[in-house]
């Protein structure tokens, strides 16, 4: 005997394009459903990943525990990745805030460590259904569409959902040919701390 829980992952699991998408879309965009634990499934490869190219993953959380959602759209990123060569993990911190609050899906993103870099852009194209009180799919490009992330709540998603998102971000001009896939299978888990 399956949970309600189970049921509704099952329901996201089993269904397809549209139905895993939200059904507001980003027009009724929430980032408290958005903020936790996010696995990278695929993306459009960067230069970093060259030595830290497994298991990415990050978390987002509120500023402070007095965070509200009503008054600050602003919150601390961790970004962390495996390295297979030194069986090490690479983390990087930092803020995201939501420049104009009008397009909140639309945030910018500054890491400490990344003096070259300012801001960058993290547009948030589509969201997958929410379960647990979370989306639980997430497709995150930049204004110029030469970033493409594939993000999920679980380390991996079936084949047939992978395939219904690439066929849609296809159909929406992007070369999916670039998508490279995120080995989610590295050893121990990493830190959480900065």
Request: charged share 15%.
């Amino acid at each position: 005997m399956f949970s309600q829980e189970n049921e509704q992952e099952d329901e996201v699991i089993s269904s397809c394009f549209p139905p895993i998408w939200n059904g507001g879309g980003i027009n009724n965009f929430s980032l408290s459903l958005y903020v936790g634990k996010w696995y990278q499934i695929s993306d459009f490869p960067q230069w970093y990943e060259k030595v830290c190219s497994a298991c990415t993953q990050v978390s987002y959380t509120p500023v402070s525990s007095n965070f509200s959602f009503r008054n600050s759209q602003n919150l601390v990123v961790l970004n962390e990745a495996f390295d297979p060569a030194s069986q090490t993990w690479c983390p990087i911190g930092g803020m995201t805030f939501v420049p104009n609050p009008a397009i909140p899906t639309q945030l910018e993103v500054k890491f400490a460590m990344s003096p070259a870099v300012t801001n960058s852009n993290y547009w948030i194209i589509k969201l997958g259904r929410v379960v647990y009180n979370q989306y639980s799919l997430a497709v995150v490009t930049n204004s110029g569409n030469t970033t493409l992330y594939i993000l999920s709540r679980k380390p991996t998603i079936s084949s047939d959902i992978y395939q219904c998102i690439i066929s849609d971000l296809s159909k929406e001009g992007f070369d999916v040919n670039k998508l490279q896939k995120t080995p989610q299978t590295c050893g121990p888990s990493p830190s959480s701390q900065f």
